[in-house]
């Protein structure tokens, strides 16, 4: 059983009080007086029923005012959850049982079974450990111990226990082996006396027999008086009861007017609960409709719209539209950042181009070739140095044969040269144009230096006209002059023409790379522009740099998230409040409903007011109480037998009263008179029988040795009964006195910091130090004494839990611990509760206590 909430309807100074267990490990804390005990006996009081007022060592707590006596308890038991309720004081209270999970109601048997065989004894054995009685303790033994675990879950346990307890007190009173007073050993002694009275008997035997004529006489005439005493007894004790009835009838007479027809239905024990129950609910109904009331006042003064909320709410549906625009304008500003940034650089680079490039006499860049134009450069400058070398030949210094193929070298040179510009310019950007270019110009170089070697020695005659010659030299450098001046070369050497294309062609593509990418990004720009503009609406509620693309973009969102999160604050707070008003009206309802029942509730009765219904109620529970007295003397006259004349006089009563009484009183001192002498004579036929004749003796030795063995007999068959029922209870018990032992010296150890390693359970109970040394507990310390009793309510609690799992309720039980032992309980404690709920009630709380666990009386 785990208790998760208390629900006190009136308990001492408890009313209307909802608790809540939220932990194994409950410490439930308070000062003196905060109620820590009542809450202790509501506990016990609700699982096992209200203590009468004989049994109610500090009273009933019977609640102040018109509170309702009890509560109720929530619990868990076996993975399901349950409450029971007790209500009033008559019979322990009425019970109702439910069940949560199912929504049903159940029986009291139900409840009963559920608890089974835990009652209030036994729970008070096993589970609450307050304020100790020592001298119990000191007398608690082994077989203390084995009849509070046996009594537990064993059908008809308490009546095995007393017939095992009544078959030991036999034999007990039958033999003992140094007992003297105990039947076999009298009858022993006896045996022995007789034996030797045998050798001494004497003969008395015709004075026995007339001792025993005479005691015969004695006895007839002690008969008579009897039976005329038992006469006169009952004739007086006729009188004496009619004496008794008496004022019983005088009682009577005084109540003769009341009758069942004066008592008003619907004014009883239940009606006054029902009339308690209204009337809290009433005031609880009142405060939850004064509680909603504040809190949609409360709801009402928060909720209210701010200027941009009003403005969102006319413009959402645009700006929504826009919003689902922002991802797409989140790419096009990075675009136009990362474009910018492109543009920048390529403008960058024609810089760098452009520096790095030769320029003409004008200080501007020429244009580069085509392709035509190239190859024809690359020709013209070839033949000009053919036709140069040409005129410049002389007589020559080496053969014709040496000659004639470093001309061609050089030649070969000059056109892979052109060769290679030509495919430079037809592949345009590729990575190849630009080795192209470089190995063009170290070929035309190459071609140059070979031809210009070649000149250097003595020319030789070639059979060419110098005047052809020159003409032809005149036509290329007119040639290579229109070409100057049409892609404006001037002043730039004819050798350098075809070195810089690749520089010209990086540059014009540059520049087309510039113009495109510019492009774009005036289209991307025109459609981040038009964007913007069409925020122009909420010019008022956004502030931002158009030209910081991104940081635009960002502040729009972030201004529409704020506006949806104010939209959608003041929509929650809206149905809060619209929620909470839908709450006070149906709470006002429901006042309204309860206020109806207690109008149709005084109409019924004829009542109108508290007052008169509460009068009402004490006035019909005097007639009750009136008219079961009158039943009751009604009851007790007839049961009493006795005629009761009509005119009963209580004088003449107590006249014959004594006269009879002064006759039975006569007729005593001569049955005393007799009695004294009959015994005289018993008296001394008794001392003839002890001192009586060798027969008699030896007949009595017989029939002494004959009782001696029945008796003997009968003690061993009780021996043997009781030992049948201790292993029958034993098996029972499922070996619980084992464990229990066994985690008692466990937690003991624990409790006192392994100060004490055992504990030697026989007659009485000691306990063994750490160093051997053995103490019975009437030596111990209040504290250690309190400690060894912890570990034995817990060793039987844990011991029990596993098949009667019930919460162990702990009261201040560490006051005399010192602070490391207290530790140590602490942490048992700990370890205890997760097997079984444990509720600690304490006015002390150490400083290291686990906020969490505890649960402060004073905030309730």
């Given amino acids: 059983m785990i208790i998760k909430q208390l629900n006190i309807y009136g308990y001492g100074r408890w009313i209307d009080q909802q608790i809540e267990i939220q932990n194994p490990l409950q410490i439930i804390y308070g000062p003196n007086e905060a109620g820590k005990s009542t809450i202790i006996a509501f506990i016990k009081g609700i699982l096992f029923g209200f203590t009468d007022k004989k049994h109610s060592l500090h009273g009933q707590y019977t609640p102040k005012g018109n509170a309702p006596y009890g509560g109720e308890i929530i619990f868990s038991a076996n993975d399901h959850s349950y409450k029971v309720v007790r209500t009033g004081l008559k019979y322990g209270g009425t019970v109702k049982f439910y069940d949560l999970d199912n929504d049903v109601e159940l029986t009291e048997d139900d409840y009963n079974q559920l608890i089974d065989p835990i009652d209030r004894t036994a729970y008070d054995q096993l589970f609450y450990f307050g304020s100790i009685d020592q001298n119990e303790l000191y007398k608690m033994g082994r077989d203390e111990l084995r009849m509070r675990i046996q009594s537990i879950g064993v059908a008809g346990a308490g009546d095995w226990m007393d017939l095992q307890a009544d078959l030991d007190k036999q034999s007990g009173k039958m033999y003992a082996p140094r007992g003297r007073t105990k039947t076999i050993n009298v009858q022993i002694s006896d045996y022995k006396k007789l034996a030797d009275q045998v050798s001494a008997a004497k003969d008395n035997f015709p004075h026995y027999q007339d001792l025993q004529s005479q005691l015969k006489t004695n006895q007839v005439n002690l008969d008579k008086l009897q039976a005329q005493l038992k006469a006169a007894n009952q004739a007086l004790d006729d009188q004496r009861h009619l004496q008794t009835v008496l004022p019983l009838v005088a009682q009577l007479n005084d109540l003769k007017d009341l009758n069942a027809s004066q008592v008003k239905p619907k004014f009883e024990n239940d009606d006054l609960n029902d009339f308690n129950k209204l009337n809290m609910a009433l005031s609880a109904q009142q405060r939850r409709v004064s509680e909603v009331q504040r ?22 549906e645009s700006i929504n539209e826009l919003v689902n625009e922002l991802p797409k304008m989140r790419r096009l500003a990075v675009a136009l950042e990362m474009g910018q940034a492109q543009l920048e650089e390529v403008q960058q680079q024609i810089q760098a181009q452009t520096a790095a490039t030769a320029k003409n006499a004008q200080g501007a860049l020429p244009q580069p070739f085509d392709e035509q134009t190239l190859t024809q450069v690359n020709d013209l400058i070839r033949d000009e140095q053919n036709v140069q070398d040409k005129l410049s030949q002389a007589t020559p210094q080496r053969s014709q044969t040496h000659d004639e193929p470093s001309k061609k070298s050089g030649l070969i040179w000059y056109g892979v040269a052109g060769a290679l510009v030509v495919l430079s310019f037809i592949l345009g950007s590729n990575s190849f144009s630009w080795i192209g270019y470089v190995l063009a110009i170290v070929a035309a170089g190459w071609g140059w230096y070979s031809a210009k070697a070649i000149s250097q020695p003595q020319p030789t005659p070639t059979g060419e006209d110098p005047v052809e010659l020159n003409k032809q030299l005149a036509q290329i450098h007119s040639k290579l002059a229109a070409i100057q001046n049409q ?33 774009s990004l005036d289209e991307n720009q025109s459609e981040y522009d038009t964007y913007v503009a069409k925020w122009q609406f909420a010019s008022d509620w956004l502030k931002f740099d158009p030209s910081k693309y991104s940081a635009t973009i960002e502040t729009i969102n972030n201004a529409v998230e704020h506006w949806q999160q104010l939209s959608a604050d003041y929509q929650r707070q809206q149905t809060a409040l619209d929620s909470n008003k839908q709450t006070l009206k149906d709470a006002k309802a429901k006042l309204n409903g309860l206020t109806k029942q207690k109008t149709d509730f005084f109409k019924v009765r004829n009542v109108g007011s508290d007052a008169d219904f509460q009068q009402q109620v004490e006035f019909q529970t005097n007639l009750a109480k009136k008219l079961e007295q009158k039943a009751t003397l009604e009851s007790q006259i007839k049961s009493a037998k006795v005629a009761i004349p009509t005119n009963v006089d209580k004088s003449t009563i107590d006249a014959t009263v004594h006269d009879q009484a002064e006759k039975v009183q006569n007729l005593q001192d001569q049955l005393n008179d007799l009695s004294r002498e009959a015994t005289q004579v018993k008296t001394e036929i008794d001392g003839l029988i002890k001192n009586g004749d060798y027969y008699d003796l030896r007949q009595q030795l017989a029939n002494q040795q004959t009782e001696i063995v029945e008796n003997v007999q009968k003690y061993m068959a009780l021996k043997l009964s009781s030992q049948w029922i201790q292993a029958v209870l034993n098996v029972a018990s499922k070996g619980r006195l084992p464990k229990t032992l066994t985690l008692a010296k466990q937690y003991f150890a624990t409790l006192t910091n392994n100060a004490y390693k055992d504990i030697i359970f026989k007659n ?26 912890l570990a034995l309510i817990f060793s039987m609690a844990v011991g029990f839990s596993d098949q009667y799992p019930m919460p162990i309720l702990i009261d201040d039980g560490f006051v005399n611990f010192d602070k490391a032992r207290k530790e140590a309980a602490n942490t048992m404690l700990k370890q205890v509760s997760q097997k079984t709920q444990v509720l600690y009630f304490t006015a002390n709380l150490d400083a290291n206590t686990d906020d969490k666990l505890v649960l402060d009386l004073k905030t309730l």
């Fill in 764 to 789: 009485e109970i000691s306990v063994v130090r750490e160093d051997d040394v053995h103490f019975p507990i009437n030596e111990l310390s209040t504290g250690t004494l309190e400690q060894l009793y």
């Fill in 487 to 519: 892609f404006g070369l001037q002043g730039i050497d004819e050798l350098k023409w075809l070195s810089i294309q690749t520089s010209l062609q990086q540059i014009v593509r540059l520049q087309e790379s510039y113009s495109k990418q510019k492009l």
């Fill in 295 to 316: 809190v949609v006042d409360e709801l009402a003064a928060k909720v209210s719209k701010t200027p941009v909320q009003t403005f969102y709410e006319v413009h959402r």
